[in-house]
């Protein structure tokens, strides 16, 4: 497999360029949200995050991302996000989407069915956990050597990130995280490149259809 140039290069450039300014979007959403809910001493967090095991609160997994719980909440968050979201959505928006709704769905359904009862959660590391998995898996996947590096050295740097996928202390949502990992590999598969396979000729009509010499 060869690096993209020419024509190839451009485009994924300029999808670069849309996955920045996406995800700075993202992240002014996230702020403007997080004013707006210390303002309310974070009220939103509590209305709008998720309850474990209760119907009524469904709706609020896809509430419940944008939402933190303090500042240092949203500033622990807001990093990770940035560089795995860009990372995730470089080689096209329209798929990044895709991907980021099958992990708000996992990462919230998840920590629904199995937080404890009582608790109520909101952040957005569970989707951090998700772009997480999908880049570290998406280059096997897809079969693409740069993609394969950049999961090996995210793998390698954010390596303390693995051990946040299990409990670890209280007040911490590692069910979020989990379940955003698991749906983030799932969505490296699901959303994987499909490559068609080259159609070898059939000898039989190659032959006949070989001019004849007179």
């Known amino acids: 497999m060869s690096m993209p140039r020419g024509e190839e290069a451009e485009a994924l450039l300029a999808e670069a360029r849309k996955a920045l300014w996406v995800m700075v979007g993202i992240l002014v959403v996230l702020w403007l949200v997080q004013i707006i809910n210390a303002a309310l001493g974070y009220e939103l967090s509590f209305d709008y995050g998720i309850r474990a095991r209760q119907v009524g609160s469904l709706p609020e997994i896809l509430s419940a991302p944008f939402l933190h719980f303090s ?92 051990s946040l996928l299990i409990p670890a202390g209280e007040g911490i949502g590692w069910q979020a995280h989990l379940f955003g990992f698991v749906a983030g590999v799932l969505g490296g598969w699901l959303f994987r490149e499909r490559r068609k396979k080259a159609v070898e000729p059939d000898p039989a009509t190659t032959l006949l259809d070989k001019p004849l010499e007179s």
Not at 140 to 148: G, H, K, W
């Open 71 to 162: 500042w240092a909440h949203i500033e622990g968050n807001s990093g990770p996000l940035f560089i795995f979201g860009f990372l995730a959505a470089y080689r096209g928006v329209k798929k990044f989407l895709g991907v980021s709704a099958l992990i708000v769905i996992g990462s919230g359904l998840g920590a629904w069915f199995t937080a404890s009862a009582g608790t109520v959660g909101a952040g957005a590391s569970g989707v951090v956990f998700g772009y997480f998995g999908y880049i570290i898996v998406r280059g096997l996947f897809d079969r693409r050597p740069i993609d394969i590096v950049i999961g090996l050295v995210m793998a390698l740097c954010f390596a303390y990130q693995f």
